[in-house]
């Protein structure tokens, strides 16, 4: 046991193992605290505690529960650190009959439950214990349970009847949260974190699910944040914007929404406009560069490891400005973009 600094914490903690690695980050904690907020609440898969606090912060009292008696230790302290005292800690099963009994006045479950450090395709099969082994297990307790699914999955890939919830920290996919029962409130979201705000939104039958599509984009060009993207939400929020838009599709993971007129969003990860179009080559990408004043270059399309240094200084090679231009291939074409 250590105690250490992290991004994730805005106090040192303590830590074992990989603790902190698999920790929630407190502004996560945070947000998913208050919207749980009950009389009791059970984490039953409580790890250090990170979580756990800051459900404590918004319940009136809540379990704390780890089948690691030395990474419940780590809880226990760093519920200290942070001064709550509304947590009681079981070391065991979450799963046991014994357990079970001890949160049986809960009126939430939650479950960040532990998965394997790699997989080639995240699915919630690999989760331990399994969501279906707990909601079997709690039945009798209550019918509100949350649990933690890696972010990478998207929604069609979830068989349950809950809410999936992905949150983006910073213009970065982070968490993606599994509601149920009572707790469900649409089928697909996307928040967006910032500081102690965030923006919501979610999926609607009322919203056209389809955006024109285009390979060409227009003046301005938006980078959705990655949350909107996974939960499948580019629809509703094309369609609250309130002009013209048209989808780009970069590649399977990439997307641009694009219109004449200059949008705003909170739900926007970057905004651009849009300078030029030219050829897929080093040279005519780097004369375009130079005639717009650009001193570095962010590549935005996929470039082979090996040739990756190599395109690069080709396409900067004597640029003397001071701005950076954002490149994204669309289409065999490379357009050269400015942040706004």
């Known amino acids: 046991m250590e105690r250490t600094r992290s991004p994730k914490f805005s106090k040192p903690v303590f830590t074992c193992g990989e603790g902190v690695r698999f920790a929630t980050p407190e502004i996560v904690a945070s947000y998913r605290a208050g919207r749980l ?6 984490d039953i898969s409580c790890g250090i505690g990170g979580q756990t606090i800051c459900f404590a912060e918004e319940c009136d009292r809540v379990y704390g529960v780890d089948i690691d008696g030395e990474r419940l230790e780590c809880a226990r302290r760093n519920a200290g650190v942070y001064g709550v005292d509304n947590i009681t800690f079981i070391e065991g099963d979450a799963l046991s009959p014994q357990v079970v009994e001890q949160v049986a006045d809960a009126d939430v479950i939650f479950s960040d439950p532990a998965r394997p450090a790699e997989e080639d395709v995240r699915q919630t099969d690999s989760l331990r214990p399994g969501i279906p082994m707990v909601m079997e297990a709690y039945r009798d307790v209550t019918g509100s349970f949350a649990f933690e ?11 349950f009847d809950c809410e999936r919830e992905y949150l983006g920290v910073d213009g970065q996919l982070n968490r ?23 923006y ?8 056209l699910a389809g955006i024109p599509g285009t390979d060409e984009p227009r003046v301005y060009a938006f980078e959705p944040d990655p949350a909107v993207v996974k939960a499948g939400l580019l629809g509703e929020l094309a369609g609250g914007l309130g002009g013209k838009v048209e989808l780009v599709k970069i590649d399977t993971r990439r997307s641009l929404l694009t219109s004449d007129a200059l949008l705003e969003s909170l739900f926007f990860k970057h905004r651009y406009r849009v300078l030029d179009r030219v050829p897929l080559d080093c040279g ?56 706004i």
């Open 149 to 159: 699914a890696p972010p990478q999955m998207p929604p069609g890939r979830i068989d």
């Open 200 to 207: 919501r939104l979610e999926s609607s039958r009322d919203t």
């Open 176 to 198: 993606l949260t599994l509601y149920f029962g009572p707790l469900k409130r649409c089928e697909r979201s996307a928040v967006v974190l910032e500081g102690d705000k965030h």
């Open 284 to 339: 005519k990408v780097n004369r375009s560069l130079m005639g717009h004043g650009m001193g570095k270059a962010v590549i935005r399309f996929r470039v082979a490891p090996a040739k990756y240094w190599d395109t690069r200084n080709r396409i900067e090679n004597g640029l003397v400005g001071e701005e950076i231009a954002h490149l994204f291939e669309i289409a065999d074409q490379v357009y050269v973009c400015e942040k």
């Open 37 to 42: 907020k009950v009389g009791v609440l059970a």
